[in-house]
């Protein structure tokens, strides 16, 4: 895949992710979990370890929080939101992970490779 390519879908998702915040700043009602995975996320996003190892991951991650934004406005379902904002939390842990595990592996190589 092209690097333009990657980068022009990472600021696509982030711009989705800008207007996510705007629109929810602006809603009625505020969801602590819906919050909590929004904060996790946010977090995440802002490591440079993260997006360059994990991107895809983390990218999973704010499409979850996309539609559990969607479910909030439109429905105000507690069950469904709370819902898929832990798998929002947990995607980005998957995200944090798989980061680190490939960091850790990039280490290890450096590592074998030096005489």
């Known amino acids: 895949m092209p690097i333009n390519y990657i980068v022009l879908r990472r600021l696509r ?34 490591d440079p370890v993260i997006v360059r190892n994990a991107g895809v991951a983390l990218d999973r991650a704010a499409v979850t929080l996309e539609e559990d934004d969607r479910r909030w406005k439109q429905d105000k379902d507690v069950d469904e939101v709370e819902h898929l904002a832990y798998i929002t939390e947990k995607r980005v842990e998957i995200a944090k992970v798989i980061a680190q595990r490939r960091l850790t592996a990039d280490k290890l190589q450096k590592a074998g490779s030096q005489p």
């Open 13 to 46: 998702t982030l711009a989705a992710v800008f207007l996510l915040l705007l629109t929810t700043a602006c809603a009625a009602g505020i969801n602590p979990a819906l919050e909590n995975a929004r904060d996790a996320y946010l977090r995440a996003r802002r």
